[in-house]
């Protein structure tokens, strides 16, 4: 059993999860022993075969789920050097997703947990993703309270956590993410899919010459838009020629005023709620503008943590295992 404040002990079971991740256009199936050792994380990107039509197109990302499914599930058996008699639970991402997509993991899942009669475990999408900061770490090395920033292509939050399973949504975006805003303005500017490193990549070799609008939406407020800003950044693109200059500057521009209202309000909001950490997490959180400016802005006034590999910032079924064993953790410390 691990120690601690009364409220976030939780009681270790040595747990093997085998976790299917399938949301959007990953397939990912990953083991995980005990929330935080990855034994393996295998992911299928689909980004090749969406990147010439400039994003995610369902139909597409369905079928080559179904194609992929088994292959990449024998690839993560093999990589952990496990067999199927040795995992202890399934899980699987749940929502929220493109239902085209999920339904390949959720099918498989539920088909070997039933054949296996091996507890199947669902998880959402976001928490996976807060709980990927857990993955390559110690289990008692992380304290609460936390405020976590899980921002992606489909989802933008401030998340209080005061103990393990427990997120307080203390604020999330009204129109797009910011991980969506990123791949829109990479679009215009000509960039490609996925637009969030290529904005990163440009923006290195640009200033942020452009003052773009931020939206605040009220000094309380921990609520996020970026449609506005969008707007302006087209609005600016269509005035310009599409120079490798412009096109630093711009991206360059753009990344900063996202990064500014991210990271505000997450230290706003970590130093409402008193929290000993701050986590990045979510496609997003791969960004080294975000992170750098984070740091800067919270200095020693909490530890920072952000995933510690780029592969478990974007969707990956480690993070499912890693969420799903602390689902089951609680729920086998409530029924003991
Ligand atoms: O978490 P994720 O793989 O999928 C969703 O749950 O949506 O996040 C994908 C998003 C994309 O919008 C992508 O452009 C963005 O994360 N992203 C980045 C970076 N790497 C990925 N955004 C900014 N900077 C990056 N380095
Ligand atoms: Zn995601």
Known sequence: MTGGRPGTAIIIFA?????????????????????????SNVIFSQIDLHKELGGVVPEIAAREHILKIIPVLDEALRVAKVGFDDIDAIAVTKEPGLISSLLTGIVTASTLALASRKP??????????????????????????????????????????????????????????????????????ELGYPGGPAISKIAEKGTAKYKFPRAWLGKDSFDFSFSGLKSEVARVIAKNELTDEFKADCAGSFEEAVCDVLSEKLIRAARKFGAKEVHLAGGVSANKRLRKMVAERLGTEAILRCPTRIEYCTDNGAMVAGAGYFMASRNLKKSI
């Open 120 to 189: 199947l475990i669902h998880v959402n999408h976001i928490h996976g993703h807060i709980y990927a900061n857990w993955l390559d770490r110690d289990i008692d090395e992380i304290k609460f309270p936390i405020l976590v920033l899980t921002v992606s292509g489909g989802h933008n939050e401030l998340v209080l956590m005061k103990g393990h399973c427990d997120f307080e949504v203390l604020g999330e975006t009204l129109d797009d993410a910011a991980g969506e805003a990123f791949d829109k303005v990479a679009r215009l500017l």
């Open 15 to 39: 747990m093997k999860i085998l976790a299917f991740e399938t949301s959007c256009d990953e397939t990912a199936v990953a083991v995980v022993e005990n929330g935080t050792k990855v034994l």
